[in-house]
């Protein structure tokens, strides 16, 4: 017979998933600034903050519009990614 209470087995879960969600969350990160990387190194990427919100721009092309630089790069991946402009 197991001696571990039940709710000792939900909190154990609930860390697991925790870590895998960390995890996940970090890779992700990871791909966004080698990406960044990547085209500033190659001058293919530029930003500037106007009127309270970043505004990314790859390839020439305008691919995000945010309120913090963090989400403007992220952003930019994404639709750069979706619209075909920035692949490495």
Do not use: Q
């Amino acid at each position: 017979m197991n001696s571990t209470p039940d709710h000792f087995l939900g909190w154990d879960a609930i860390c697991e998933a925790r870590m895998v969600a960390a995890a996940t969350a970090n890779a992700d990160d990871a791909s966004v600034w080698r990406w960044f990387a990547a085209m500033l190194e190659e001058r293919r990427i530029r930003w500037r903050f106007m009127f309270n919100a970043w505004v990314v721009h790859v390839d020439r092309k305008e691919v995000a519009i945010e309120p913090s630089f963090y989400e403007a790069i992220r952003s930019a991946k994404y639709e750069s990614e979706e619209l075909g402009v920035g692949a490495l």
